[in-house]
């Protein structure tokens, strides 16, 4: 990828806090996964400066090499999740399995994620009417924050069972009141 023009962003770390077991494995229990962060074009790489306004600090005017800036109460880049400071390292669970139990209580993935992973990259990477793309869409939890955060989505997968999957939870986000926003399109691809 790199050699085609591809440009590496960043590595960033996800911590599980609680991982998978994993049977006939010797050795620690692999508790973190990376996530690689490419652009195609540098230039119109985009991210999302999200600040959260504190609105009872006072707005306060500082001096500074004879000019003049607004100290302002918004901080810099929080997790809106819980508040905290956004790092190259971040810590979730794995899955909820009341997730899918609406969709369909029968359907089982063996490698699922909840939507706070996606949500991350999603909010600070693309922006509303965007398209996201997920190469592995496997239960479609990339795509069900793409939608429910205004995007459209492109999903990727080969087991039709997980296409199926995906279609249910699409349908149930795109006709209810999670978003405001009209949803563009959903394409499925296997």
Same mark, same amino acid.
């Given at each position: 990828?790199?050699?085609?023009?591809?440009?590496?962003? +960043? %590595?960033?770390?996800?911590? $599980?806090?609680?991982?998978?077991?994993?049977?006939?494995?010797?050795?620690?229990?692999?508790?973190?996964?990376?996530?690689? =962060?490419?652009?195609?074009?540098? $230039?119109?790489?985009?991210?999302?400066?999200?600040?959260?306004?504190?609105?009872?600090? +006072?707005?306060?005017?500082?001096?500074?090499?004879?000019?003049?800036?607004?100290?302002?109460?918004?901080?810099?880049?929080?997790?809106?999740? #819980?508040?905290?400071?956004?790092?190259?390292? /971040?810590?979730?669970?794995?899955?909820?399995?009341? %997730? @899918?139990?609406?969709?369909?209580?029968?359907?089982?993935?063996? &490698?699922? +994620? #909840?939507?706070? =992973?996606?949500?991350? @990259?999603?909010? !600070?990477?693309?922006?509303?009417? *965007?398209?996201?793309?997920?190469?592995?869409?496997?239960?479609?939890?990339?795509?069900? &924050? &793409?939608?429910? #955060?205004?995007?459209?989505?492109?999903? /990727?997968?080969?087991?039709?069972? #997980?296409?199926? /999957? *995906? %279609?249910?939870? @699409?349908? *149930?986000?795109? %006709?209810?009141? !999670?978003?405001?926003?009209?949803? $563009?399109?959903? =394409? @499925? /691809?296997?």
């Amino acid at each position: 990828m790199i050699s085609g023009g591809v440009k590496f962003i +960043q %590595e960033v770390k996800w911590g $599980k806090s609680n991982p998978i077991p994993l049977s006939n494995f010797k050795g620690f229990q692999p508790s973190t996964e990376s996530i690689l =962060i490419f652009a195609k074009d540098e $230039k119109k790489f985009i991210w999302n400066d999200y600040r959260n306004l504190n609105l009872e600090d +006072q707005i306060k005017l500082k001096q500074t090499n004879k000019i003049t800036h607004v100290d302002s109460p918004n901080k810099k880049m929080v997790n809106f999740l #819980n508040d905290e400071k956004i790092n190259d390292f /971040f810590k979730t669970s794995v899955f909820r399995k009341n %997730e @899918f139990k609406d969709i369909d209580p029968n359907y089982k993935h063996q &490698a699922p +994620q #909840n939507e706070q =992973i996606p949500l991350f @990259f999603i909010l !600070f990477f693309t922006k509303p009417g *965007m398209k996201v793309c997920d190469l592995y869409g496997g239960s479609g939890t990339t795509g069900a &924050a &793409a939608l429910k #955060n205004g995007r459209s989505t492109v999903m /990727f997968d080969l087991d039709p069972v #997980n296409i199926d /999957f *995906m %279609e249910k939870r @699409f349908k *149930m986000i795109t %006709e209810s009141n !999670f978003t405001n926003q009209v949803v $563009k399109e959903i =394409i @499925f /691809f296997d």
